[in-house]
Every structure is written in structure tokens, then in C-alpha cells.
């Protein structure tokens, strides 16, 4: 065997010339072994040694058992519900809490008056219930246009901003389907329905792929929305001044209508949100952004509805 000084390889490089494996073998450093830990060294015919303090993996310890690793593979994958991911799931508990808080408030004021009048016993504690309905529409109103404004401008989402627009939307609600019920007797039930056979059409056929947005609808769609918020501003002010009503009679059916048609487009726009966030794994928080904005599309096409529906009782 030739010796370590004679190798070529021995002569001329440094790394092996030092090594002691290299020298002990005569010229030839033995190949290391796999997984050998580190300053231990394999004798040859002998068993591999392990490191002190070396820890085998625990599938070499026998810490799985086959039924174990059975369960394992068999366990079903994580959901976006388990991973903080917004879901079909989440967004309804978020859609049915928001709506339910709005009902329950508005209830409890339209039932107001009746509660009053039974407590005080007189027509004079029935004017007191309309007067409290009157000050929770006002208290209402300016609320859940203040809460809209927070969550635009919040910069992460919150179930209680949204949960607080419900309590102010019900005040709002409430007033307003008492003093129309008050006038127009069985209204706010027709409104109801009217309601839920608009919005359920538009999410059936939604889910059908049967309606969809698009970038020249939706440029449409807010041209019409400025124009209609400008109208009702005038209208506003021509009403509080005691000049006239511009919401009544054929024109004030036609805007109405008008009404309607832009809130539809704006819940297909919704759906379409609350579609996007789930199939692009949304935080689960945003849920609750689109439970707020379903809120306020549904309660203005309830509005609306109720409106149109008084016209045709005048007439």
C-alpha cells in the first residue's frame, strides 16, 4: 500500500494532509457515516455509536403506533373556519347576528307607544311612546351614519362597530315603520315581504351565476347613486322648508323604483364581496365588514319599499 507521503492527493492538499483519519488509513480517509453524529468515530466492523445526549426521532422510539398514524392520516383538513379564515359559515353567524340585533331594536320601538299606553293607562302615555320613537329615529339616524363613517375609516374591521350600527339602524328602523304603520295600517308587513322577495330573488339567481357585476355597470351605478343622493338632499331641505315633496305621486314612484333597482345592484355588489373574501381566504374580522354593508343595502331597500307602497295608498 503506498504510503501517505508517496499519494498524490496526500501531498498536495492541506485539508487531508492534517486529517487524522486520512493519516490512520494509510492515505484514504474512510466515507462518513450517515446520520453518524457529530464527534463520534466509526470503527470499522463494529456497531455505530451514538452521541451522548443524541435523541432518536420518536417514530424510531415507538411513539406512534400504526393506529395512531392511521388516526392521523385519516383526520380531516383545516378549514378556514379552524385557521382564522373568513367562511361561508362565519359571515352568516355574522349576517344573522347584525340583522337580529336590527329586528330586536326596531320591535321594541315600534312597540312603544302600546307598552306606554298600557302602563300609564291613558291616551296621553300612548303620545309619550310616539315620543320616545320619535327621539330613538333621530338618535338613530345620526348614529348609524356616524358608525358607517368609523368603519369606512378603520383601518381593520370590528364586530362591535358593526354590532353598534345595528343598535342605532334598529332605533332608526323603528321609528320610522311606526310612524308609517301609524298611517297606513298593515304597511310595514307588506314592506317586509316585498323585501325578502327582492333580496331573496337577487341572492338565488346570484348563487345561480345568473347575475354579476362589471366594471361598466358599477361606473353606472355610482353616477346613478350620486344622482340620487343629491335629489334626496333637495328633496330634504324643500320638505323641512314647507315648499313640497318631490317623493310623491308618479314621480315620486319612478324615483322610487329607481331606488330599488340601485339597491339590488348594490346587494349582487355585496354577495360579490362576501364572495371574493371567502375564496381569497379573508381575515375571519371581515365578516363583519360585509355583514354591515348586506345591513345597509337591505334596510335601504326596505325603505324604499315602504315608501313606494304608502305612494299607491294615496293614490
Do not use: C
Amino acid at each position: 500500500m503506498p504510503s501517505r507521503k508517496g499519494h498524490p492527493v496526500a501531498r498536495n492538499n492541506a485539508i487531508l494532509n492534517n486529517s487524522p483519519a486520512f493519516r490512520n488509513s494509510g492515505g484514504y480517509a474512510p466515507a462518513p457515516e450517515y446520520n453518524q453524529a457529530p464527534g463520534t468515530q466509526q470503527q470499522w466492523g463494529q456497531p455505530q455509536q451514538q452521541a451522548p445526549g443524541y435523541q432518536a426521532p420518536q417514530s424510531q422510539q415507538g411513539g406512534y403506533s400504526p393506529a395512531d398514524l392511521e388516526a392521523m392520516y385519516n383526520r380531516p383538513a383545516a378549514t378556514g373556519f379552524d385557521t382564522g379564515r373568513m367562511t361561508w359559515r362565519n359571515t352568516m353567524n355574522a349576517i344573522t347576528a347584525t340583522f337580529g340585533v336590527i329586528i330586536a331594536v326596531a320591535f321594541v320601538i315600534m312597540m312603544l307607544p302600546t307598552v306606554t299606553a298600557l302602563v300609564m293607562g291613558t291616551e296621553e302615555g300612548r303620545q309619550i311612546g310616539f315620543a320616545f320613537a320619535s327621539i330613538a329615529a333621530i338618535v338613530g339616524a345620526i348614529g348609524s351614519f356616524v358608525t358607517v363613517l368609523v368603519n369606512a375609516f378603520k383601518k381593520t374591521p370590528s364586530m362591535w362597530v358593526t354590532l353598534a350600527y345595528a343598535v342605532f339602524e334598529g332605533l332608526l328602523l323603528g321609528g320610522i315603520s311606526l310612524f308609517f304603520e301609524t298611517v297606513y295600517p298593515g304597511i310595514v308587513l307588506q314592506a317586509v315581504i316585498g323585501t325578502l322577495a327582492v333580496a331573496g330573488s337577487i341572492t338565488v339567481l346570484f348563487r345561480m351565476g345568473k347575475l354579476r357585476t362589471s366594471p361598466k355597470l358599477t361606473k353606472m351605478f355610482f353616477i346613478a347613486f350620486g344622482a340620487y343622493f343629491v335629489f334626496t338632499l333637495v328633496n330634504l331641505v324643500l320638505v323641512l322648508l314647507g315648499v313640497t315633496d318631490l317623493r310623491t305621486g308618479m314621480l315620486g314612484i319612478v324615483i322610487g323604483l329607481v331606488a330599488v333597482a340601485l339597491a339590488s345592484y348594490s346587494l349582487v355588489m355585496d354577495l360579490e364581496v362576501i364572495r371574493n373574501g371567502v375564496d381569497s381566504g379573508a381575515p375571519k374580522a371581515y365578516a363583519w365588514t360585509a355583514a354591515l354593508g348586506l345591513a345597509v343595502t337591505v334596510v335601504w331597500m326596505y325603505t324604499e319599499i315602504l315608501r313606494i307602497l304608502a305612494i299607491f295608498r294615496d293614490n
